[in-house]
């Protein structure tokens, strides 16, 4: 059949799923981390000042604050990473 030939040693081979190089750089990957955990400790924050206060923030605002807070803790790792020591570097 056509579809059972080997393929000949001119051919590349395919590439499996696990070849696939990572969508994101270690470094990119880092930094959107960073900037969930700032976004999310936020809004914990947030819900325990609303547990303490009588005051209660909108929704909105607490997702529009956690975005803000979100982008800026990603982008400030980002910038910031190559400045700072790795854990595994000693000095």
Request: glycine share 10%; no cysteine; net charge negative.
């Amino acid at each position: 059949m056509a579809g059972d030939e080997s393929p000949s040693g001119d051919e590349e081979p395919r590439r499996r799923s696990t070849d696939a190089e990572p969508a994101l750089s270690p470094q990119a990957k880092s930094s959107l981390l960073w900037g969930l955990v700032g976004g999310l400790s936020f809004l914990v924050l947030v819900q325990g000042y609303e547990l303490v206060a009588d005051l209660r923030v909108g929704f909105t605002v607490k997702f529009l604050v956690a975005l803000a807070v979100a982008v800026g803790a990603a982008g400030l790792s980002h910038v910031t990473q190559d400045r700072l020591p790795a854990p595994d570097e000693g000095e």
